[in-house]
């Protein structure tokens, strides 16, 4: 069973910037790939970056892209999400996920079979 657990988020300006991370246990996390999904209340849980096995490969979602990046170090079981130029719409609570089947990255939810508890993202105006 694998567990992760995500850190990180809080409350900042627009324009400001967040790093969260998302610590991972009893899996072998070098051979997952990631993901970072956002939700916000009613609405469904959305893809926002993923990342392969290796860290070689990554993809955005195009409200994103350009402004967050996906990275991990597998010598720390950790993958982050490094926010910068955050918008109000940013706000939601976003979750790690990992796909343990496999080692290249999805976009769709229902590809990965490990999920955070979540951390809030709250970007005021």
């Known amino acids: 069973q694998v567990h992760l657990v995500e850190s990180g988020g809080g409350l900042v300006q627009a324009g400001g910037s967040l790093r969260l991370s998302c610590a991972a246990s009893?899996?072998?996390?070098?051979?997952?790939?990631m993901g970072w999904f956002c939700q916000t209340p009613g609405k469904e849980r959305q893809f926002v970056a993923a990342?392969?096995?290796?860290?070689?490969?990554?993809y955005y979602a195009d409200s994103v892209k350009g402004r967050f990046t996906i990275s991990r170090d597998n010598a720390k079981n950790t993958v982050y999400l490094q926010m910068n130029s955050l918008k109000p719409e940013d706000t939601a609570v976003y979750y790690c996920?990992?796909?343990?089947?496999?080692?290249?990255?999805?976009?769709?939810?229902?590809?990965?079979?490990?999920w955070g508890q979540g951390t809030q993202v709250t970007v005021s105006s």
């Open positions: 009893g899996g072998t996390f070098s051979s997952y790939a």
């Open positions: 990342i392969s096995w290796s860290g070689g490969s990554t």
């Open positions: 996920a990992a796909r343990a089947r496999f080692r290249t990255w999805a976009t769709s939810k229902e590809m990965y079979d490990y």
